[in-house]
């Protein structure tokens, strides 16, 4: 799982498998935001999952929110070479619309 | 979809030198944001904005000045450059009327500094 101090976590998988990233924060959050990083170009939003929701899907992709332990889970299914990505949870945990990262999970997709 | 561009693409620059990075943004947002991201440590706030005119100190604003001239331009400036600052540093839009959370990021700018 991503957060704090620990090192940026690397998964290779075979396209076609599913995979699934964590994600734990420290303070509560009214919403939990997932980006996907591709190689040179910036961040870019995938899903939002509020507080009051505990899964959200968006094609491909389910996350899921527990309060209680503070924290979050990315889901692709039927991954795709495309996917290959870092991919960063995000929280806004600090004041003034202001978002902090994880330091994100490397996700290969081999083809 | 939000537009923002990020000038220049590379910068090289020596220690104690003078870096201003660009950042556009064509949508209308009220909220700028400059990020910078090193391995281990992901994407760190250094300093953002609420309109032109305002800002507003982040997480690591150590060495760190920005301007927001309009509401579409947001600069970053490093006045006296160090190693430590080499990094890729992204530029972000929001919009709380539309989509309070969401960013919206540009390409990024790699800063080396010798």
């Known amino acids: 799982s991503q957060w704090g101090e620990e090192n940026l976590q690397a998964l290779s998988i075979q396209e076609g498998e599913d995979v699934t990233m964590n994600c734990s924060y420290k303070?509560?959050?009214?919403?939990v935001q997932w980006y996907r990083q591709k190689s040179g170009k910036g961040p870019a939003q995938l899903i939002l999952?509020?507080?009051?929701?505990r899964e959200k899907r968006s094609g491909r992709l389910r996350a899921t929110l527990d309060t209680s332990s503070q924290s979050s889970s990315l889901s692709i299914t039927g991954t795709l070479a495309t996917d290959t990505a870092v991919y960063f949870c995000?929280?806004?945990?600090?004041?003034?619309?202001?978002?902090?990262f994880g330091i994100g999970t490397r996700v290969l997709v081999r083809p | 979809e939000a537009a923002v561009t990020q000038s220049p693409r590379n910068k090289v620059t020596v220690t104690g030198g003078n870096v201003t990075l660009s950042c556009r943004q064509t949508n209308s947002h009220n909220y700028m944001y400059w990020y910078r991201q090193d391995t281990g440590h992901g994407l760190r706030l250094i300093h953002y904005s609420y309109g032109a005119g305002n800002l507003q100190i982040g997480d690591v604003p150590d060495g760190y000045k920005a301007t927001r001239t309009t509401q579409e331009d947001f600069f970053l400036l490093l006045e006296l450059a160090s190693p430590s600052q080499t990094s890729l540093y992204f530029c972000?839009?929001?919009?709380?009327?539309?989509?309070?959370?969401?960013?919206?990021f540009g390409s990024g700018t790699r800063l080396t500094v010798l």
């Open positions: 999952i509020r507080s009051n929701e």
């Open positions: 303070t509560y959050t009214t919403v």
């Open positions: 995000a929280t806004d945990a600090s004041a003034g619309n202001k978002l902090t």
């Open positions: 972000a839009s929001s919009d709380p009327g539309y989509s309070a959370e969401t960013l919206y």
